[in-house]
């Protein structure tokens, strides 16, 4: 095998099922289908109940590309892949780069944006953030890294897992660097419309620079991960077509199912968010409050956007150890540095499920029992 392993896919795949309490999941609490099918009627439910369990069509469902279209200014469904997001990151990131490129990512961040580069021999280097009063990813730190050398430039906004975005300045900034050295920039967006102040809602890249692959989908933001449904923009058509053909090679096109439960997701956008928003800001303020409780044993920060942070643990207590030890004695899964091979002790932490209130009293009830205050 030609890839190391995705160390946090495996962490997940190991305790995930098994846990009571999942407090660092990344998405937003999973939306029950007859919650969702409530929300539908007329055309829509129609294209349900008459659907045919084919093969679809490769690209995606056309009126799944179409109301995909609506989410961005410029994007025709002519410009979109509709495909499982991992998948979009795999095939793009094959088909875009080969060996000796070189890459830079947001770091710390999903691990395919960087891994998948490095198993193609690509010389990948890290933009790492600043942490100071939260993190803080400085366009002066990536001028240093990039040159007209530098084929592909990832980027992760809101981020994943940080919780930190930039201003639509630096948005510009980046974008600005990426055209001044040729850079193809590569956009992962799938914590859009997370964040918490509508003015810090950063445009798609994909309405901002033509030579871009952008990534967005149902996972997270609509709550909806098990669909399996996300989508590549570029409006570089070439790259698209290429795209394709690499994908006769993986899942060929989507889950007839999928596609018009996703055309649902869309439609009913605006009330799935405003569950979001509420159950991430009632999280939160919990969460504020369980940190500065506890303000000498982490260093918290208050995120700008999505449904996770990265704190630290202080002192010297192995934020590893003390993971593997919350989940074996009280079964609260955290994600522990280890899987984001990032320094310093910091640990992902995620509110946007309901229950993350009794897990964090099970957190809470960790810390007393041991005496770590
Ligand atoms: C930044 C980022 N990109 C892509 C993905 C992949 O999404 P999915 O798991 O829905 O394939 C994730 C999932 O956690 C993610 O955090």
Known sequence: MHFQPFKLERYFAKHEFTAPYILCASDCDPLPLKDLLSMIHGETMKMWNIL???????????????????????????DILVLAPEEGIFISMNTLLEKGDEVITTYPGYQSLYEVARSLGCHVK??????????????????????NKTKLLVINFPNNPTGSTISKKVQQEIVDLAKKNDTILYSDEMYQYLEYEEENRLPSVADLYEKSVTLFGMSKTFALAGLRIGWLITKNHQWLNDFQIFR??????????????????????????????????????????????YDTLFDW???????????????????????????????????????????????????ARRNMPEALNKLEEYIEENSYI
């Open 126 to 147: 890290f933009w790492k953030p600043r942490f100071k009063n939260g993190w803080n990813f400085e366009p002066e730190d990536l001028e240093q890294l990039i040159s």
């Open 301 to 351: 920060y208050i995120p700008k956007a999505g449904p996770i942070a990265f704190p630290r643990l202080k002192g010297n207590i192995d934020a590893n150890e003390f993971c593997k030890d919350l989940l074996k004695s009280k079964g609260v899964m955290l994600l522990p540095p280890e899987v984001y091979d990032f320094d310093g002790n910091h640990f992902r932490i995620g509110f």
């Open 248 to 293: 006769d090679y993986t899942t060929i096109c989507n889950s007839a199912v999928s596609e018009i439960l996703a055309i649902m997701g869309l439609k009913a956008q605006e009330q799935i968010l405003r569950r979001n928003h509420e159950i991430i800001r009632y999280n939160l303020k919990l969460l504020n409050r369980f940190f500065t409780k």
């Open 52 to 78: 045919k369990l084919g093969y679809s069509d490769t690209q995606g469902l056309p009126e799944l590309r179409e109301e995909i279209a609506g989410l961005y200014r410029s994007v025709k469904p002519e």
